[in-house]
Every structure is written in structure tokens, then in C-alpha cells.
């Protein structure tokens, strides 16, 4: 399967630790989109990534969020010193070259739970 | 925001046909509709999008109002793997990003 994939699936972590995700987009895809979800509500955007530039970022992405596309390709997404408040499901979908209405590919997504 | 409205939650029987309403009274010329479903701890899935005329694909159709303030997915027969959280998502926003809603909730029964 070459879909969009995310790892880890699942994170428990510690309020104030920093935690990492990674998602691999599918490869000629060159748009990357980070999205997080909490319970009972539909995604949330965060970030895009068109190539290795970070072309937008939401006002939800408070300063403790990072997200890095270095070559490219894979992204990560680093969330430091975690707040309860940080537990969702955080989503990455990548898309092709064509315009607006190219479909998005969701990964999995990794589920974060701050204890 | 681009924002849909859409019922929290409907039912059906399975085989039969479903029709999930959308209304997007703001939307604009150029904004597509899309359509996406999520599968209970799966990622968003793609399943349908329009601009004005009515759609079709393996997945589902789309029927589009004349005056496009309006719009619903039609799942032609409903099995027990269509039940999902589907979103309406209007189009037209800065880099292609979705602005998602709250969704329907949908139930099949067998």
C-alpha cells in the first residue's frame, strides 16, 4: 500500500514531555497538509507544506508546536513541553500537483493522550 | 470559515438508499463542494466532489441545487461499511486546506 503514513499510530506521554510524529506523504505528492482532531469534532487545519516551505500556519499552532518538511518528503510534527489540552487525534494528508480541488489522502493519524 | 450545515446524525437500513443534506447558502461561484467520510478511528476518506452539475462515481453521487446553496450525497445502498461521519466541505480556501465541520453521524442498520 503507498498511501499517506503516520507513526507512531498511538503516543502516551506525560504532561510537559516533548513528543514527535512523523508522516510520510505519498511520494510525487509535493503538498502536505497537518490537521489535529479531538473528540466529536470534525479536523482541525494546522499547517501545509507546499515542497520543504511551511506556506501556512494556523493560529492553533501555538508556539510549542513545530512542523518541518526538510527534503520534501516526510514531515514531523514536535509538540514540547505537552499540555493536557494537546490530546487529539493528529492527522497528516498529503495532496498532488494539480489545483485546489485535488483530493486530499489522510493518513491513519496518531493518537496523542497527555496524562 | 467556509461554512456547511449538516444534520448531526441520520439512519438507514441497510441496501437501501441514504441522501445526507448539505446546505452551503454562502457559497461562491467558484467554490467546489467536497465530500468526505471517516470511518470510526480511520483517517478522513474521500469520497465525492462538485462544482455545479451533478456527480457520479463507485462511491456515491452528488446532486447539486441550481442555485448550488444547496447540495446531497447520495449512497445508492447503504451497507454496514458506509457507516461514518460524513462532512461537507466547501471549497475555495487558501491552499486548498479543508475546513472541516461537525459532520453527520451515520447509522446503518441491518
Known amino acids: 500500500d503507498t498511501g499517506v503514513s503516520q507513526d507512531p499510530r498511538h503516543k502516551i506521554t506525560k504532561r510537559g514531555q516533548n513528543v514527535t510524529f512523523r508522516c510520510d506523504p505519498i511520494?510525487?505528492?509535493?503538498?502536505l497538509y497537518w490537521y489535529r482532531q479531538t473528540l466529536g469534532q470534525g479536523p482541525e487545519f494546522l499547517t501545509y507544506?507546499?515542497?520543504?516551505?511551511?506556506?501556512?500556519k494556523s493560529r492553533l499552532l501555538s508556539d510549542r508546536f513545530s512542523a518541518e518538511r526538510p527534503k520534501g518528503s516526510f514531515s514531523t510534527l514536535e509538540i514540547q513541553r505537552t499540555e493536557q489540552g494537546d490530546s487529539a487525534m493528529y492527522l497528516c494528508?498529503?495532496?498532488?500537483?494539480?489545483?485546489?480541488?485535488?483530493?486530499?489522502?489522510f493518513g491513519p493519524g496518531t493518537r496523542l493522550l497527555v496524562l | 470559515d467556509a461554512k456547511t450545515t449538516q444534520p448531526n446524525s441520520m439512519e438507514s437500513n441497510e441496501e437501501e438508499p441514504v441522501h445526507l443534506p448539505c446546505n452551503h447558502s454562502?457559497?461562491?461561484?467558484?467554490?467546489?463542494i467536497h465530500w468526505y467520510r471517516q470511518l470510526p478511528s480511520q483517517g478522513p476518506e474521500y469520497v465525492i466532489h462538485?462544482?455545479?452539475s451533478n456527480v457520479n462515481n463507485r462511491m456515491a453521487s452528488l446532486a447539486i441545487a441550481e442555485d448550488r446553496k444547496s447540495s446531497t450525497l447520495i449512497l445508492h445502498r447503504a451497507t454496514l461499511r458506509d457507516a461514518a461521519v460524513y462532512y461537507c466541505?466547501?471549497?475555495?480556501?487558501?491552499?486548498?486546506?479543508?475546513?472541516f465541520g461537525q459532520g453527520t453521524i451515520l447509522t446503518v442498520h441491518p
Open positions: 507544506f507546499q515542497n520543504e516551505a511551511q506556506l501556512e
Open positions: 494528508a498529503s495532496r498532488g500537483r494539480a489545483g485546489l480541488q485535488e483530493t486530499q489522502y
Open positions: 511520494s510525487e505528492h509535493n503538498r
Open positions: 454562502t457559497i461562491s461561484g467558484t467554490d467546489y
Open positions: 462538485g462544482l455545479t
Open positions: 466541505i466547501r471549497g475555495g480556501t487558501s491552499y486548498g486546506k479543508l475546513t
